[in-house]
C-alpha cells in the first residue's frame, strides 16, 4: 500500500508540474544561446526522476538544468552540423518510454488520470524535448566518434593511476554452457494453438481485441493494455512476429503463428513508413514433465559423446547442440552482461546467476560439468552443460591481467575529456545566463556568462 501510495503522489507530481508549464512560461531558469529552459521544464523531469524511484533531493533539480543546458548547446550545435534524428526513431523512443511510465502507473487509464490528460494528448507535448535529446545524444556521438587511444595512452593512463587508487577486480571466470530447452512435441503443442484460434475466432465474430488480450494474453508487458505494442520497426521484435506484422495492413489481423514466446495473433493499428503500430494476444505453453526428461536424455548423451570423442571440442558442440541463441555462435562462452560493448567473456563471480555459481564453484578449469537442471528466475527450467574456461583470482588492476579493462578506462576517459574540451570552447564563445534561484548550483558554476546589467534584463 505505501509502494502505491508512492507512486500515486509521485503521477501527481507529474501531473502538477505538466499543468505549471501552463502558467510559469514567463519563470525562465536558463537561456543558452537561443534556447530558453523553464523553471516547469525542470519540474517535470524531477517528477520523472520521483516516479523513477530517485529519493527527493534538491540538488537534482541543479542536475537537471545541467543536464538541459549541455543538451540545448549540443542541440544547436548538430542544427550547424545537420545532425538529426528521423521522426519514426522518436516515436519508438516516446513509445518505449510510454509503456514504462504505464506498467509503473498500473494502466492507461490510471495513468491519464494522473496527468489529467490523455497518453496522445501528453506524448505530443514530451515530443519536442523527447527529440532534441535524441538529437543532441547523436551530435555528442559525433563529437566523439573518432576517439581512439593506442597502447603508448593505455600504458600511460595506467602509470598515472595513483597506487592506493588502483581499482580491484572480484574473482572472476570465464563458463560456457551447452543448453537444452525442452521443447513440446507437435501433439503437446496443439492445446494451446487450439486456445489461440478460439480466441481470435471470437474477435473475428465482433469480440473487442483489448478486452480478449486483458483477459487471457500472456504477455505481461502489454496484456495491461490491449495487447498494445505501441510502434516498433523490424528489428524490435522476434522475426515471425515482424515478418508477420509488415506484411499486414492497417486493421488487418494475422493468423496464428509460433514464435520462441508461444503462439501469437495481431493487429496493425497502423503503419507509418517503416514502423507499424499493433496489439498482439499471447498464448504461452507450459512445459510438460515428458519435455523435460526428454531434454535430459540428450544432454546425457551430448554429455557422453564430449567426455568419449576427443575430435568433439566444447565450442563445436556448443553451436550445433545449443539451443540458446546468445551463446551458441560464441562457442558457447557466456558474455559479461555489463560489459557488452567490450564483448568479454570474463564474469565477476558475484554476477553469475546463483544456481550457475554454485556449479562452476566446484568445477576446475579446463572441466565441464555433468548435465544440471537450471531454474532460471522466471521459473523456467532447462538442462545446461558448462565448461570452465579459466578462474581469475581477487586483485588489484594490473596491466598484465587486465588490459581490456584499462583500455575501456583509458578510452572513456579521452572520450570524457574530449568532450569537455568541447563544451569548455562551446561554453566560452556561447552566451548563457542563469537564473539566480540555481546561480548557487556547484555544477553549474562554470556555465554563466560574465554579462553587463544590460544582458541579463529578460
Given at each position: 500500500m505505501r509502494k502505491f501510495g508512492f507512486i500515486f503522489l509521485s503521477f501527481l507530481l507529474i501531473a502538477?508540474?505538466?499543468?505549471?508549464?501552463?502558467?510559469?512560461l514567463d519563470k525562465v531558469a536558463g537561456v543558452v544561446g537561443s534556447s530558453v529552459i523553464l523553471k516547469s521544464?525542470?519540474?517535470?523531469?524531477?517528477?520523472?526522476?520521483?516516479?523513477?524511484?530517485?529519493?527527493?533531493?534538491?540538488?537534482?533539480k541543479c542536475t537537471i538544468l545541467g543536464r538541459l543546458l549541455t543538451q540545448k548547446l549540443l542541440a544547436q550545435q548538430a542544427v550547424i552540423d545537420s545532425v538529426t534524428v528521423t521522426e519514426d526513431d522518436v516515436d519508438g523512443q516516446i513509445d518505449r518510454r510510454m509503456r514504462g511510465m504505464i506498467q509503473r502507473a498500473g494502466g492507461q487509464d490510471r495513468l491519464e488520470q494522473f496527468l489529467g490528460r490523455s497518453v496522445i494528448q501528453y506524448k505530443d507535448e514530451i515530443r519536442p524535448d523527447i527529440k532534441e535529446q535524441m538529437i543532441a545524444e547523436r551530435m555528442q556521438g559525433k563529437i566523439t566518434e573518432k576517439v581512439g587511444v593506442t597502447p603508448q595512452e593505455v600504458t600511460r593512463f595506467f602509470q598515472n593511476i595513483p597506487k592506493d587508487s588502483l581499482p580491484s577486480y572480484n574473482k572472476e571466470v570465464e563458463v560456457g554452457e551447452i543448453v537444452f530447452q525442452p521443447k513440446l512435441s507437435k501433439e503437446e503443442k496443439q492445446f494451446y494453438k487450439d486456445k489461440a484460434e478460439g480466441l481470435r475466432t471470437r474477435i473475428k465474430n465482433g469480440e473487442d481485441f483489448?478486452?480478449?488480450?486483458?483477459?487471457?494474453?500472456?504477455?505481461?508487458?502489454?496484456?495491461?493494455?490491449?495487447?498494445?505494442?505501441?510502434?516498433?520497426?523490424?528489428q524490435g521484435m522476434v522475426k515471425e512476429f515482424s515478418a508477420t506484422a509488415f506484411k499486414l495492413k492497417a486493421g488487418e489481423l494475422s493468423p496464428?503463428?509460433?514464435?520462441?514466446?508461444?503462439?501469437?495473433?495481431l493487429q496493425v493499428l497502423e503503419r507509418r513508413g517503416e514502423q507499424v503500430h499493433a496489439r498482439h494476444i499471447l498464448i504461452t505453453p507450459v512445459i510438460t514433465p515428458a519435455s523435460l526428461d526428454r531434454a535430459k536424455?540428450?544432454?546425457?548423451?551430448?554429455?557422453?559423446?564430449?567426455?568419449?570423442?576427443?575430435?568433439l571440442d566444447f565450442s563445436t558442440a556448443a553451436s550445433v547442440y545449443?539451443?540458446?541463441?546468445?551463446?551458441?555462435?560464441?562457442?558457447?562462452?557466456?558474455?559479461?552482461?555489463?560489459?557488452?560493448?567490450?564483448?568479454?567473456?570474463?564474469?565477476?563471480?558475484?554476477?553469475?546467476?546463483?544456481?550457475v555459481a554454485l556449479?562452476?564453484?566446484?568445477?576446475?578449469?579446463?572441466?565441464?560439468?555433468?548435465?544440471?537442471?537450471?531454474?532460471?528466475?522466471?521459473?523456467?527450467?532447462?538442462?545446461?552443460v558448462f565448461y570452465?574456461?579459466?578462474?581469475?583470482?581477487?586483485?588489484?588492476?594490473?596491466?598484465?591481467?587486465?588490459?581490456p579493462k584499462i583500455k575501456e578506462l583509458a578510452q572513456s576517459d579521452k572520450v570524457n575529456r574530449t568532450v569537455s574540451e568541447w563544451f569548455e570552447k562551446k561554453r566560452k564563445s556561447t552566451f548563457t545566463r542563469i537564473d539566480p534561484e540555481f546561480q548557487s548550483c556547484k555544477q553549474l558554476k562554470d556555465w554563466s556568462t560574465p554579462t553587463t546589467s544590460a544582458q541579463v534584463k529578460p
Amino acid at each position: 500500500m505505501r509502494k502505491f501510495g508512492f507512486i500515486f503522489l509521485s503521477f501527481l507530481l507529474i501531473a502538477t508540474a505538466v499543468s505549471a508549464q501552463k502558467i510559469s512560461l514567463d519563470k525562465v531558469a536558463g537561456v543558452v544561446g537561443s534556447s530558453v529552459i523553464l523553471k516547469s521544464d525542470i519540474e517535470l523531469q524531477y517528477a520523472q526522476y520521483l516516479v523513477s524511484g530517485g529519493q527527493p533531493d534538491a540538488d537534482i533539480k541543479c542536475t537537471i538544468l545541467g543536464r538541459l543546458l549541455t543538451q540545448k548547446l549540443l542541440a544547436q550545435q548538430a542544427v550547424i552540423d545537420s545532425v538529426t534524428v528521423t521522426e519514426d526513431d522518436v516515436d519508438g523512443q516516446i513509445d518505449r518510454r510510454m509503456r514504462g511510465m504505464i506498467q509503473r502507473a498500473g494502466g492507461q487509464d490510471r495513468l491519464e488520470q494522473f496527468l489529467g490528460r490523455s497518453v496522445i494528448q501528453y506524448k505530443d507535448e514530451i515530443r519536442p524535448d523527447i527529440k532534441e535529446q535524441m538529437i543532441a545524444e547523436r551530435m555528442q556521438g559525433k563529437i566523439t566518434e573518432k576517439v581512439g587511444v593506442t597502447p603508448q595512452e593505455v600504458t600511460r593512463f595506467f602509470q598515472n593511476i595513483p597506487k592506493d587508487s588502483l581499482p580491484s577486480y572480484n574473482k572472476e571466470v570465464e563458463v560456457g554452457e551447452i543448453v537444452f530447452q525442452p521443447k513440446l512435441s507437435k501433439e503437446e503443442k496443439q492445446f494451446y494453438k487450439d486456445k489461440a484460434e478460439g480466441l481470435r475466432t471470437r474477435i473475428k465474430n465482433g469480440e473487442d481485441f483489448a478486452n480478449i488480450a486483458r483477459l487471457y494474453s500472456q504477455d505481461p508487458g502489454s496484456a495491461q493494455e490491449g495487447g498494445d505494442l505501441g510502434f516498433f520497426d523490424r528489428q524490435g521484435m522476434v522475426k515471425e512476429f515482424s515478418a508477420t506484422a509488415f506484411k499486414l495492413k492497417a486493421g488487418e489481423l494475422s493468423p496464428v503463428f509460433e514464435s520462441e514466446f508461444g503462439f501469437h495473433f495481431l493487429q496493425v493499428l497502423e503503419r507509418r513508413g517503416e514502423q507499424v503500430h499493433a496489439r498482439h494476444i499471447l498464448i504461452t505453453p507450459v512445459i510438460t514433465p515428458a519435455s523435460l526428461d526428454r531434454a535430459k536424455v540428450k544432454a546425457d548423451s551430448i554429455y557422453t559423446l564430449l567426455k568419449t570423442n576427443n575430435q568433439l571440442d566444447f565450442s563445436t558442440a556448443a553451436s550445433v547442440y545449443s539451443d540458446d541463441k546468445e551463446t551458441k555462435y560464441n562457442g558457447g562462452m557466456l558474455m559479461n552482461a555489463e560489459n557488452v560493448q567490450a564483448r568479454s567473456t570474463l564474469i565477476p563471480t558475484d554476477k553469475l546467476e546463483p544456481a550457475v555459481a554454485l556449479v562452476v564453484d566446484t568445477m576446475k578449469v579446463n572441466t565441464i560439468s555433468k548435465p544440471q537442471l537450471i531454474t532460471a528466475q522466471d521459473g523456467k527450467s532447462t538442462y545446461k552443460v558448462f565448461y570452465l574456461r579459466s578462474v581469475t583470482d581477487a586483485h588489484k588492476a594490473n596491466l598484465a591481467q587486465d588490459l581490456p579493462k584499462i583500455k575501456e578506462l583509458a578510452q572513456s576517459d579521452k572520450v570524457n575529456r574530449t568532450v569537455s574540451e568541447w563544451f569548455e570552447k562551446k561554453r566560452k564563445s556561447t552566451f548563457t545566463r542563469i537564473d539566480p534561484e540555481f546561480q548557487s548550483c556547484k555544477q553549474l558554476k562554470d556555465w554563466s556568462t560574465p554579462t553587463t546589467s544590460a544582458q541579463v534584463k529578460p
